[in-house]
C-alpha cells in the first residue's frame, strides 16, 4: 500500500459543469456580442517585445491577455448599466441588475499585477503559512484551469467554454486572474463559487497577517 | 562497442511504415548549387553521397510543401515536420530546404529560430558555400514584430521555417508563426512533443484537422500511447513527417536498487502521516501545497539515503580512469514533520550539495551546477539572480570540458584549434560534475568529444520528468562521442521513488510511442528497476506485517495471561 499516493489523491475541487442559474447572454440585449468582438480584435502581436526572451515575452502575453479579459468585462458592465438604466421594464431587467452586483467584485486590473509581488514574496518566504497559501493557491488555479480548457474541448459550443477562446494555449502564468474573471461571467457554473471562495479566504489571511502585500487598489 | 554516430541515423519513420514512405517527386536539391569554392565538395557529398539522410528529408519536405493535395489548415497553409534527433543534420535541411523553395517559387524563405542559434546557422551557410540570397533569417524572438511590420509592407514568403520547433510549446511563438504570410510551414526539431497536448499541436498541424478535434479524439482513445503511435503512422504514411535518430551510445546498466533502513521507513511513515494530519484542517489551496511540499521531503529523503553508495560508487569510477556525471536533484529541506533532537525542524541539504561535501571530504574537487531560481526564464524580476547563477554554472561546466578555450577581445568564447583546425585535446580541471536535473538541458560539450579522454559514466537519481531524464542522457550519448557512455540508475524501494520512477516510466512510454528507439533500454531500465523496488518494497511490508501481527499476537498471549492470573512459563514466548 503506497500511502503517499492515496495522500497526494486527496480531496478535490468542484470540476461539475451543473448550472444552479441561467447565465445572462447580453448579446441580444445590446446587439453586438462583447466578447466575440473582443477575441476577433485582439491582437497577438500588438505588444511584442523583440529584446526579451522568448520564456519572458509568453510571461507578458498571458498577463496581458488577463488584462484583456477584465477589460473586456468591464466593458459588458458598463454596457449592460446603460441599457438596464434605459430599460428598467424590461424582462431580462432583473437578471441583468442581479449580474450587475457582480461589478464590485472584479475590482482594479492592478489585482493583476499585484499576483507577481504576492507570488515572489511567498517563493521566499516559504514555508510561512500565508506563502503556502499563495502558492497552493496558484498550483490549484492552474489544475482547475487545465481541467476547465479540457471540458471546454468537449462543449465548444457552450457559451461558458467559448469564453475562454483566448487561454486555450495558455493557462496563464497567474491562472487565478482569468479564472476569477470567468468564475465572475458565469457565477452560476457550480466550479464558479470555489474560485472566489478561494480568493476570499487567500486575501482575507493576507489582509490579516501581511497587509503591506496588497495595495488599496482593490 | 561500435560508434553508432559514424553510421548514418535509423529511419524511425521508414520502421514504422514497414519502408512505405511516399517517394519524393522530385530531386529539389538537385537545383542548389553552391559557389565554386572549397566547399562545393561538402554540398556534392550531401547530395550524392551514402547518407541519405539530409537529401531525403529536404525532398520529403519539398514534395510535401508543393503537393497540391496535401491537407490544409484554415488560413490554407500546408505543413511538414522534420523529427530528426540531435546531430543528424537539421540545420543543414533547414537551410538547404529554404534555399530550395526560394529557387522553386522566387519567393524568399523565411528561417526562424532562437537569436542565439542564427549565427551557426550563417555558418553552415557557409560551410555549404551557399549564400544568403532567398534566404530572410529571423530571431524567433523577434518574430512577433517581424510579422507586424512584413504585414505592413505586404511582405510574402514561399515559406516560413522554424527550427527547434519545440519553441511551438509557447503559444506566443504559435501566434507569432501563423502571422508570417507564408503559404507554406516547415518545422525542425528533436523534441518537437513532449507531452499529448504538444503533440495535437502538431498532429492539427500535419493534417489540417481542427486541434480540439485531434485532443478530443486522443483523450478518448482506450489506448492512448497506441493511438499516438497510430497517428504518427499515418502522418508518415501520408507524406506529412520524417524521423531519423541515432540510437543511444553506451551501456545501460541494470538500476541499482539500495537497501532502506529501517530507520529511513520510519521516517517517512512519520513524514506520511504527519503531513496526513497537517492536511486535515487545512483548505484546499493550503493542501495543494503540502501536497507538494510532501513529495519534496519525501524526494530529499530519499535521495539522501543514496549519497555514501554514490560516493564510494563515484571513488570506484575515478580509481579507473573514468569522468563522472552525476544528475539528481538538489533540493534542501527544513522539515514540516521531522525534528532535531533539540526540538528544531530536521535539516536535510539537497542531495548534490550533500554529495558534493562527501566528495570534499575525501579531497575530489568536482564541477558543480547550482539550480537556477524557479521560474526565474519567466519573470523578469529574477533574471538578474538567473544571470548570476548562470555564469557561474559556465564557469563550473568549463572546468569539467576537455579541450582547450579561451575569449576573444569581444569576450566570445573559442575553442583552441590544432593545426588541422581540430578542437585541441587538454584535459579537464575536474573529473566529476554534479548536475540538477533543472539545468540537464544544454553543456553540448560535456561527453566525450575525443578519444584520448577518459571515458563517461553517468550516475542518475529518480526523476519523475521522462524530458529531463532524456536531457541528461544525452550530456553524454552526443553526435559527437568517440567513446561509449555508461548510464546507471541508483533507486530505492522508498515510496518517493516508486512514485518517481513510475512518472518517469509513463513520460518514457509516451516518447516510445512516438517512435524513438534511443529511449528503449532506458525504458527497460525503469521498467525493471520500478518492478524491482515494488517486489521490494511489497516482501518488506509483507515482513513488517507478519512482524506487526506477530507482536500482536504476543501482547494477546500476554494480556491474556495477566488477566487469567496465570504466569507465563518460563520457557514461553518472551512477551
Same mark, same amino acid.
Given at each position: 500500500?503506497?500511502?503517499?499516493?492515496?495522500?497526494?489523491?486527496?480531496?478535490?475541487?468542484?470540476?461539475?459543469?451543473?448550472?444552479?442559474?441561467?447565465?445572462?447572454?447580453?448579446?441580444?440585449?445590446?446587439?453586438?456580442?462583447?466578447?466575440?468582438?473582443?477575441?476577433?480584435?485582439?491582437?497577438?502581436?500588438?505588444?511584442?517585445?523583440?529584446?526579451?526572451?522568448?520564456?519572458?515575452?509568453?510571461?507578458?502575453?498571458?498577463?496581458?491577455?488577463?488584462?484583456?479579459?477584465?477589460?473586456?468585462?468591464?466593458?459588458?458592465?458598463?454596457?449592460?448599466?446603460?441599457?438596464?438604466?434605459?430599460?428598467?421594464?424590461?424582462?431580462?431587467?432583473?437578471?441583468?441588475?442581479?449580474?450587475?452586483?457582480?461589478?464590485?467584485?472584479?475590482?482594479?486590473?492592478?489585482?493583476?499585477?499585484?499576483?507577481?509581488?504576492?507570488?515572489?514574496?511567498?517563493?521566499?518566504?516559504?514555508?510561512?503559512?500565508?506563502?503556502?497559501?499563495?502558492?497552493?493557491?496558484?498550483?490549484?488555479?492552474?489544475?482547475?484551469?487545465?481541467?476547465?480548457?479540457?471540458?471546454?474541448?468537449?462543449?465548444?459550443?457552450?457559451?461558458?467554454?467559448?469564453?475562454?477562446?483566448?487561454?486555450?494555449?495558455?493557462?496563464?502564468?497567474?491562472?487565478?486572474?482569468?479564472?476569477?474573471?470567468?468564475?465572475?461571467?458565469?457565477?452560476?457554473?457550480?466550479?464558479?463559487?470555489?474560485?472566489?471562495?478561494?480568493?476570499?479566504?487567500?486575501?482575507?489571511?493576507?489582509?490579516?497577517?501581511?497587509?503591506?502585500?496588497?495595495?488599496?487598489?482593490? | 562497442?561500435?560508434?553508432?554516430?559514424?553510421?548514418?541515423?535509423?529511419?524511425?519513420?521508414?520502421?514504422?511504415?514497414?519502408?512505405?514512405?511516399?517517394?519524393?517527386?522530385?530531386?529539389?536539391?538537385?537545383?542548389?548549387?553552391? %559557389? #565554386?569554392?572549397?566547399?562545393?565538395?561538402?554540398?556534392?557529398?550531401?547530395?550524392?553521397?551514402?547518407?541519405?539522410?539530409?537529401?531525403?528529408?529536404?525532398?520529403?519536405?519539398?514534395?510535401?510543401?508543393?503537393?497540391?493535395?496535401?491537407?490544409?489548415?484554415?488560413?490554407?497553409?500546408?505543413?511538414?515536420?522534420?523529427?530528426?534527433?540531435?546531430?543528424?543534420?537539421?540545420? =543543414?535541411?533547414?537551410?538547404?530546404?529554404?534555399?530550395?523553395?526560394?529557387?522553386?517559387?522566387?519567393?524568399?524563405?523565411?528561417?526562424?529560430?532562437?537569436?542565439?542559434?542564427?549565427?551557426?546557422?550563417?555558418?553552415?551557410?557557409?560551410?555549404?558555400?551557399?549564400?544568403?540570397?532567398?534566404?530572410? =533569417?529571423?530571431?524567433?524572438?523577434?518574430?512577433?514584430?517581424?510579422?507586424?511590420?512584413?504585414?505592413?509592407?505586404?511582405?510574402?514568403?514561399?515559406?516560413?521555417?522554424?527550427?527547434?520547433?519545440?519553441?511551438?510549446?509557447?503559444?506566443?511563438?504559435?501566434?507569432?508563426?501563423?502571422?508570417?504570410?507564408?503559404?507554406?510551414?516547415?518545422?525542425?526539431?528533436?523534441?518537437?512533443?513532449?507531452?499529448?497536448?504538444?503533440?495535437?499541436? =502538431?498532429?492539427?498541424?500535419?493534417?489540417?484537422?481542427?486541434?480540439?478535434?485531434?485532443?478530443?479524439?486522443? %483523450?478518448?482513445?482506450?489506448?492512448?500511447?497506441?493511438?499516438?503511435?497510430?497517428?504518427?503512422?499515418?502522418?508518415?504514411?501520408?507524406?506529412?513527417?520524417?524521423?531519423?535518430?541515432?540510437?543511444?551510445?553506451?551501456?545501460?546498466?541494470?538500476?541499482?536498487?539500495?537497501?532502506?533502513?529501517?530507520?529511513?521507513?520510519?521516517?517517512?511513515?512519520?513524514?506520511?502521516?504527519?503531513?496526513?494530519?497537517?492536511?486535515?484542517?487545512?483548505?484546499? #489551496?493550503?493542501?495543494?501545497?503540502?501536497?507538494?511540499?510532501?513529495?519534496?521531503?519525501?524526494?530529499?529523503?530519499?535521495?539522501?539515503?543514496?549519497?555514501?553508495?554514490?560516493?564510494?560508487?563515484?571513488?570506484?569510477?575515478?580509481?579507473?580512469?573514468?569522468?563522472?556525471?552525476?544528475?539528481?536533484?538538489?533540493?534542501?529541506?527544513?522539515?514540516?514533520?521531522?525534528?532535531?533532537?533539540?526540538?528544531?525542524?530536521?535539516?536535510?541539504?539537497?542531495?548534490?550539495?550533500?554529495?558534493?561535501?562527501?566528495?570534499?571530504?575525501?579531497?575530489?574537487?568536482?564541477?558543480?551546477?547550482?539550480?537556477?531560481?524557479?521560474?526565474?526564464?519567466?519573470?523578469?524580476?529574477?533574471?538578474?539572480?538567473?544571470?548570476?547563477?548562470?555564469?557561474?554554472?559556465?564557469?563550473?561546466?568549463?572546468?569539467?570540458?576537455?579541450?582547450?578555450?579561451?575569449?576573444?577581445?569581444?569576450?566570445?568564447?573559442?575553442?583552441?584549434?590544432?593545426?588541422?583546425?581540430?578542437?585541441?585535446?587538454?584535459?579537464?580541471?575536474?573529473?566529476?560534475?554534479?548536475?540538477?536535473?533543472?539545468?540537464?538541458?544544454?553543456?553540448?560539450?560535456?561527453?566525450?568529444?575525443?578519444?584520448?579522454?577518459?571515458?563517461?559514466?553517468?550516475?542518475?537519481?529518480?526523476?519523475?520528468?521522462?524530458?529531463?531524464?532524456?536531457?541528461?542522457?544525452?550530456?553524454?550519448?552526443?553526435? %559527437?562521442?568517440?567513446?561509449?557512455?555508461?548510464?546507471?540508475?541508483?533507486?530505492?524501494?522508498?515510496?518517493?521513488?516508486?512514485?518517481?520512477?513510475?512518472?518517469?516510466?509513463?513520460?518514457?512510454?509516451?516518447?516510445?510511442?512516438?517512435?524513438?528507439?534511443?529511449?528503449?533500454?532506458?525504458?527497460?531500465?525503469?521498467?525493471?528497476?520500478?518492478?524491482?523496488?515494488?517486489?521490494?518494497?511489497?516482501?518488506?511490508?509483507?515482513?513488517?506485517?507478519?512482524?506487526?501481527?506477530?507482536?500482536?499476537?504476543?501482547?494477546?498471549?500476554?494480556?491474556?495471561?495477566?488477566?487469567?492470573?496465570?504466569?507465563?512459563?518460563?520457557?514461553?514466548?518472551?512477551?
Amino acid at each position: 500500500m503506497n500511502m503517499f499516493a492515496e495522500l497526494v489523491e486527496g480531496p478535490d475541487f468542484v470540476k461539475s459543469d451543473h448550472l444552479v442559474g441561467s447565465i445572462l447572454c447580453s448579446a441580444p440585449l445590446l446587439g453586438a456580442d462583447v466578447w466575440q468582438e473582443a477575441f476577433d480584435r485582439y491582437d497577438p502581436l500588438a505588444e511584442s517585445e523583440p529584446s526579451v526572451p522568448l520564456e519572458q515575452q509568453q510571461y507578458r502575453s498571458d498577463l496581458r491577455v488577463d488584462r484583456y479579459l477584465h477589460d473586456t468585462l468591464t466593458v459588458e458592465f458598463e454596457l449592460l448599466a446603460t441599457w438596464v438604466g434605459k430599460n428598467p421594464q424590461h424582462p431580462a431587467a432583473a437578471q441583468v441588475q442581479s449580474f450587475l452586483k457582480r461589478r464590485e467584485q472584479l475590482g482594479a486590473p492592478s489585482w493583476i499585477g499585484q499576483q507577481e509581488r504576492l507570488f515572489l514574496w511567498a517563493q521566499k518566504n516559504e514555508p510561512d503559512e500565508i506563502a503556502t497559501s499563495i502558492l497552493g493557491w496558484r498550483l490549484l488555479c492552474d489544475d482547475l484551469a487545465g481541467s476547465l480548457l479540457d471540458w471546454a474541448l468537449q462543449q465548444p459550443d457552450d457559451q461558458r467554454g467559448q469564453h475562454i477562446r483566448l487561454w486555450q494555449q495558455s493557462r496563464g502564468f497567474y491562472p487565478q486572474n482569468r479564472l476569477r474573471i470567468w468564475a465572475l461571467r458565469f457565477l452560476e457554473d457550480a466550479r464558479a463559487p470555489q474560485i472566489l471562495a478561494w480568493e476570499t479566504a487567500i486575501y482575507r489571511e493576507i489582509f490579516e497577517t501581511h497587509p503591506e502585500l496588497v495595495t488599496a487598489s482593490r | 562497442m561500435e560508434n553508432p554516430f559514424e553510421r548514418p541515423p535509423l529511419n524511425v519513420s521508414a520502421a514504422l511504415v514497414d519502408g512505405l514512405i511516399p517517394p519524393f517527386k522530385k530531386d529539389y536539391f538537385a537545383a542548389i548549387t553552391s %559557389n #565554386p569554392n572549397e566547399h562545393h565538395r561538402l554540398l556534392n557529398s550531401l547530395r550524392t553521397g551514402e547518407d541519405p539522410t539530409i537529401r531525403d528529408g529536404v525532398n520529403l519536405a519539398l514534395s510535401r510543401l508543393f503537393d497540391p493535395e496535401a491537407p490544409k489548415d484554415p488560413q490554407n497553409r500546408t505543413a511538414f515536420l522534420v523529427h530528426d534527433g540531435t546531430g543528424t543534420g537539421k540545420s =543543414f535541411q533547414a537551410i538547404l530546404a529554404a534555399k530550395a523553395i526560394a529557387l522553386e517559387t522566387g519567393e524568399p524563405a523565411l528561417v526562424t529560430t532562437r537569436a542565439d542559434l542564427i549565427p551557426p546557422l550563417r555558418r553552415d551557410l557557409d560551410r555549404l558555400g551557399l549564400d544568403d540570397s532567398g534566404i530572410i =533569417f529571423v530571431a524567433t524572438e523577434q518574430l512577433g514584430a517581424f510579422a507586424k511590420e512584413a504585414k505592413k509592407e505586404r511582405r510574402t514568403f514561399s515559406v516560413a521555417i522554424l527550427d527547434e520547433a519545440q519553441d511551438c510549446r509557447y503559444p506566443m511563438v504559435r501566434n507569432f508563426l501563423d502571422k508570417i504570410p507564408a503559404p507554406r510551414q516547415l518545422f525542425f526539431s528533436a523534441t518537437p512533443f513532449q507531452n499529448i497536448s504538444e503533440l495535437c499541436y =502538431f498532429i492539427s498541424k500535419l493534417t489540417g484537422e481542427p486541434i480540439h478535434q485531434v485532443k478530443n479524439e486522443m %483523450n478518448a482513445a482506450p489506448d492512448v500511447h497506441a493511438a499516438v503511435t497510430d497517428r504518427l503512422k499515418r502522418i508518415t504514411a501520408a507524406g506529412g513527417m520524417i524521423h531519423r535518430e541515432f540510437p543511444f551510445y553506451g551501456n545501460v546498466h541494470p538500476g541499482r536498487l539500495l537497501p532502506v533502513t529501517a530507520e529511513a521507513h520510519t521516517a517517512e511513515t512519520q513524514l506520511v502521516s504527519g503531513y496526513g494530519r497537517l492536511l486535515q484542517n487545512r483548505d484546499l #489551496p493550503q493542501q495543494r501545497k503540502l501536497k507538494e511540499d510532501l513529495a519534496v521531503e519525501l524526494n530529499t529523503a530519499s535521495d539522501a539515503s543514496k549519497v555514501n553508495s554514490i560516493l564510494q560508487r563515484t571513488l570506484d569510477l575515478l580509481s579507473h580512469n573514468k569522468k563522472v556525471i552525476v544528475t539528481g536533484d538538489d533540493l534542501p529541506v527544513a522539515s514540516r514533520i521531522l525534528k532535531e533532537p533539540d526540538g528544531l525542524p530536521k535539516e536535510i541539504p539537497g542531495f548534490l550539495s550533500a554529495l558534493r561535501q562527501a566528495l570534499s571530504g575525501q579531497g575530489v574537487e568536482c564541477s558543480f551546477i547550482q539550480a537556477v531560481p524557479n521560474y526565474s526564464a519567466s519573470i523578469p524580476d529574477l533574471a538578474a539572480d538567473r544571470a548570476v547563477i548562470a555564469s557561474r554554472n559556465f564557469k563550473e561546466m568549463a572546468r569539467f570540458v576537455d579541450g582547450g578555450f579561451r575569449n576573444n577581445e569581444s569576450g566570445q568564447r573559442l575553442e583552441v584549434r590544432d593545426w588541422g583546425n581540430q578542437p585541441a585535446y587538454t584535459p579537464s580541471q575536474t573529473k566529476v560534475i554534479l548536475l540538477p536535473y533543472q539545468q540537464a538541458a544544454g553543456w553540448p560539450e560535456l561527453n566525450q568529444r575525443f578519444q584520448q579522454a577518459p571515458e563517461i559514466s553517468m550516475i542518475l537519481t529518480p526523476t519523475a520528468s521522462a524530458d529531463q531524464f532524456i536531457q541528461a542522457i544525452g550530456r553524454g550519448s552526443r553526435r %559527437n562521442s568517440k567513446g561509449p557512455t555508461d548510464v546507471e540508475l541508483v533507486a530505492n524501494d522508498s515510496s518517493a521513488d516508486r512514485h518517481r520512477l513510475g512518472q518517469l516510466l509513463k513520460g518514457l512510454q509516451f516518447i516510445a510511442a512516438t517512435g524513438s528507439p534511443a529511449v528503449a533500454p532506458f525504458l527497460n531500465l525503469v521498467a525493471d528497476c520500478l518492478d524491482r523496488a515494488s517486489a521490494q518494497r511489497a516482501v518488506q511490508d509483507q515482513r513488517l506485517i507478519q512482524l506487526q501481527k506477530n507482536q500482536q499476537t504476543r501482547s494477546a498471549r500476554k494480556f491474556d495471561a495477566r488477566r487469567s492470573g496465570i504466569s507465563p512459563p518460563a520457557s514461553g514466548v518472551r512477551p
